[in-house]
């Protein structure tokens, strides 16, 4: 794998590659790469000539300090990672250079209010900060094919607006959440998990798991109740929100339609590690 620290220096190699017509794909990250990174990497990879992947912790989504020193870097192993992966390109920008006077402020007041809600709601100024690192990104790298997990899926309908704004020549793909075997989504705040929150970790993925598997038979309403009752077995689970939307608009929803697509989405914290998770219902 390649590695490239400064904008000007893989900016000069992309151009070059996209000169001789190679498809580019892009894998945008924090780092701590999990399996689920690797699948985003994998696919890249088989859609694409050169897949770059991209390790910045970018400090403007971070609304809480000690989430932010606390954010896992272990960038030897992810090195190692991207290199058995057959990963071509890593870039590796330093603040100053992604928030330097080439950076331009994004009209945050475009974006709808989805960047408001759920997430939005209670880590306030996160969507802010991952729509202009999002664009800065883009802008640089200006790939063909992007790859996002659907673990955190406001964000993936966030970066679709800002595909539809600003780069309509992107093609966004949506990929499937990997789970431990035990249904756990894979995150990289996972690792602060201890032995017992890890245990009640679970509860997450069981409570929509449960969701699904009664959407037939029940309003959302009910359906959100079995999911917090059955996390509440757990009195040390801390629950953000647990909810049932629309997957294009967020909005919660009362009944269900053939015309929508629902989603459950759930943030809970387990011990100080807050985690999300969700998943489409019908289907
Ligand atoms: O999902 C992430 O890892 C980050 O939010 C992203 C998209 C790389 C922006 O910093």
Redesign the pocket.
Known sequence: VQIYKRVSDISKVLEALKRKNKLIGYV???GALHQGHASLIRKSIIDNDITVC?I?V?PT?FNDKSDLENYPRPIELDIKTLMSEGCQILFLPEVNDIYSKDFEEVDLMQFSSIRNMLEGRFRPGHFD??IS??KR?FDIVNPHNVY??QK?FQ?CVI?NEIIKKYFPQISFHLCPTVRESDGLALSSRNVHLSISERQDALKLSAALALIKNNCAEFEPRDLIKQGLNLINESNRIIVDYLEIVDSETLIAIEKFSPNQTAIAVIAAFCGKTRLVDNMFLHQ
């Open positions: 945008p990250t924090m991209s910045f970018n989504q900060g991952v690192v999002v990104l996002f997990g955190d964000q970066i």
